[in-house]
């Protein structure tokens, strides 16, 4: 079964600072991965695809199938960017729901 | 504005108490979800639909059920809360393809 890794609970860097949030995957097959942000008292929402090749926010995150890792980067951490980080894969074949990780709380500290 | 829904956001019940969670979305997705957010912010899948008339049990077992009757709607049961469903309920859907999940505000649920 796929699983879906962040190592992290808890990350705390300081304003200006790189970030980056470690999401580590098993899955055998080609997978979609996922980058998902819930800021405090806001819903849970996409930040960015693999399959897209985008910066959003100025967070990138390249998917790694040699290390099985889809880690997201910031090179310059700001203060909103405090919230909770969820990766999440999807099967690249049949009809399967995402599996998210147990997230990873970014703070940024001023 | 095409968007989900999920009513009410807060709900503070008995124990024993049958309770129905609402969600709806108007973007015409065809998959939807139910996940529940522990106060460790862990998600746990525990139904999905992928069309009218098609539901699935999700990995996180639960007491829960839910219907499928319309595309637009998919309402998660529970015929006897118990302090153990304490928890935030979230509902999302999606189009089929490469693309994400868009989630509601939840419903947070406490049973006394």
């Known amino acids: 079964a796929q699983r879906v890794t962040q190592p992290e609970k808890l990350l705390s860097v300081f304003k200006g600072a790189p970030v980056e949030l470690k999401c580590n995957y098993s899955y055998s097959g080609s997978p979609e991965l996922f980058w998902y942000v819930q800021y405090s008292r806001q819903r849970l929402q996409l930040l960015l695809r693999h399959i897209s090749r985008e910066s959003i926010k100025g967070f990138t995150a390249d998917l790694n199938k040699g290390e099985t890792s889809f880690h997201l980067k910031k090179p310059f951490a700001q203060e909103e960017d405090s919230a909770m980080y969820y990766c999440a894969l999807k099967k690249n074949s049949g009809n399967t729901p995402l599996v998210f990780g147990k997230g990873t709380r970014l703070s940024v500290i001023a | ?112």
């Open chain 2, 1 to 112: 504005e095409a968007d989900i829904y999920q009513t009410p956001r807060y709900l503070v019940i008995g124990t024993g108490k049958k309770i129905t969670l609402e969600c709806s979305q108007t973007m015409g997705h065809d998959k939807m979800y139910w996940y529940q957010q522990d106060p460790g912010m862990e998600l746990h899948l525990i139904h999905y639909s992928y069309g009218v008339n098609s539901t699935e049990k999700g990995d996180l077992s639960s007491e829960s059920t839910v219907s499928r009757i319309r595309t637009e709607h998919f309402p998660l049961t529970l015929e006897s809360a118990r302090p153990s469903h304490t928890s935030q309920y979230l509902c999302a859907s999606s189009f089929p393809g490469r693309y994400g999940y868009t989630f509601g505000s939840g419903t947070r649920l406490t049973v006394v």
